[in-house]
Nanobody, 121 residues
Framework: QVQVVESGGGLVQPGGSLRLSCAAS????????MDWHRQPPGKQREFVAR???????IYADSVKGRCTISRDNAKNTVFLRMSSLKPEDTAVYYC???????????????WGQGTQVTVSS
């Protein structure tokens, strides 16, 4: 029903920058919040940032001041701009979209497959 696809991951040096993108498509009726989560190697998945449909943003303390989340409502796309990257930012980054569809008015979270970000010299 809903496909969520992340892109933009890769290898970056410490102190560098990266921009992740995520596009939601399919039988979407309304998109609400769009989030980024990450899972560092050997650790549990953790929240990174959220942006509501109205543009309100929330960040994890670990990335506050270094990340900016934004979205294009017309394209159901969310971005995560990361700067001053550290090795501990290495993780698989996942996008989630909270949405209703043409098949169901119940809000559900849809997850992407993730994109790898590696911060290393």
């Amino acid at each position: 029903q809903v496909q969520v696809v992340e892109s933009g991951g890769g290898l970056v040096q410490p102190g560098g920058s990266l921009r992740l993108s995520c596009a939601a498509s399919g039988s979407i009726l309304t998109v609400y919040a769009m989030d980024w989560h990450r899972q560092p190697p050997g650790k549990q998945r953790e929240f990174v940032a959220r942006i509501t449909s109205g543009g309100i943003t929330i960040y994890a303390d670990s990335v506050k001041g270094r990340c900016t989340i934004s979205r294009d409502n017309a394209k159901n796309t969310v971005f995560l701009r990361m700067s001053s990257l550290k090795p501990e930012d290495t993780a698989v980054y996942y996008c989630t979209t909270t949405a209703t569809t043409t098949m169901s008015s119940v809000r559900r979270d849809y997850w992407g497959q993730g994109t790898q970000v590696t911060v290393s010299s």
